[in-house]
């Protein structure tokens, strides 16, 4: 909860009262501590400098402008998945030269836009996007630098729906599959083999899945190399997990300890994709108890935010710590089971739908309407995710700095949401 803080029973995104700020710009709302952002992303550079990585800052985890501009500020550069999140990172002001672009489908525009950009390689994860690549970088008279992803079936012991380096997974190239198409890089002008790709779930809260990784990914460099490939990267992915309950990541140091080694050994530069550690717990949702109610033997806690906002717990069952902005009962740091002073409530949503809940039997301090509530760890995945269901509009994004606040998005309004309709 780094940026986060109770002072005098109130919370405090860095400087600034999280009740202020709803009070101010409404809610359901999104803050974000620019402090804990460049903490988390200088965390993982110090652990890994021995190696000199280029971090690549995960998009899709959240794309607000301002949080990519940050982001770059503090050195950092990113990992796209599509023409807009480069788009994004264009706009954001920042310079796309260390960029990688991954993703099983790209389009023949998007690989235009990112040769035009000189991204700094594409993570190819299909024969056919390679001849894609080859073919579009022909037009346009250049190279495009590749990575092969690899498939290195390596059970990183996720959630199903986020585990990627499994046999069988979408993404990614059995390691069978991709010595031959090295082969045929090798005799394409168009393109160069400058690296391999590995990314394998996320979250992944065990070190040992990227060690057998960066293990594999050294026989593969050795490999290519020998063939002749001028093999200067491996790129791990992300995937490093975050605390959503207490004590559950791993430091950065903890991979770094484990990853280092093997990448010294293949004698490459490094490349990461974190983007869960970086914002995870660096931002949270605060919303407004709408209603409370009784029924079938429990407590609902009815407030403004949904899964429109978070679809996280509606979509993976996932877990997120939330507690009152202004609490009669202080946090504890464990908050499952039975916690005195509390009562066992149902916290859900307004969305037509019964997986609209963020948490359930879970025991929370006394709350009516009007009450505000934290859902923390909100940063990743939140914003990233959201939808307009149920006709809601976005909500409000909100960046602290020290004792400083500003509006990096504002909320949308109901003429916004039917914009780019056209009735006759
Ligand atoms: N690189 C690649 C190729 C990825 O597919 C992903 C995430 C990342 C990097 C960043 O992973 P991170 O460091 O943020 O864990 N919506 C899910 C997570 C989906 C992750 C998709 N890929 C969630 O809310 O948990």
Known sequence: MSGFQYQNGQLYCEGVSVAKLAEQHGTPLWIYSKSALVTRLREIQTA???????????????????????????GSSFDVVSGGELFRVKKAGADTSKVVFAGVGKTDDEIRFALECNILKFDVESEAELDAIASVAKSLGVVGRVALRLNPDIDAKTHTKTTTGKKGNKFGMDIERADQLAEKVLKNPNLELSGIHMHLGSPILTTDPYEAAAKKAVEVVKAYRSKGHPIHWINLGGGFGISYRKNEGPAASEY?????????????????????????????????????????????????????????????????????????????????????GCEKVDVVGPICESSDYFAKDRYLPPMQRGDLLSIFSAGAYGTAMSSNYNAKPLAAEILCDGANSKVIRRRQTYEELVANELVD
Request: charged content about 20%.
């Open 48 to 74: 890994f400098a021995e190696v000199d990585p280029v971090i690549c800052y995960s998009v899709k985890a959240n794309g607000n402008l301002s949080i990519l501009k940050t982001m770059a500020e503090a």
């Open 256 to 340: 770094a300890k484990v990853i280092v080694p093997y990448i010294k050994e293949a004698g490459c530069r490094l490349t990461l994709e974190p983007g869960r550690y970086i914002v995870g717990n660096s931002g949270i949702l605060v919303t407004k108890v709408i209603f409370k109610k009784q029924e079938g033997g429990k407590t609902f806690v009815i407030q403004d935010g949904g899964m429109n906002d978070l679809i996280r717990p509606a979509m993976y069952d996932s877990f997120h710590r939330l507690w009152p902005v202004a609490p009669s009962v202080a946090m504890p740091e464990d908050v499952e089971g039975e916690i005195a």
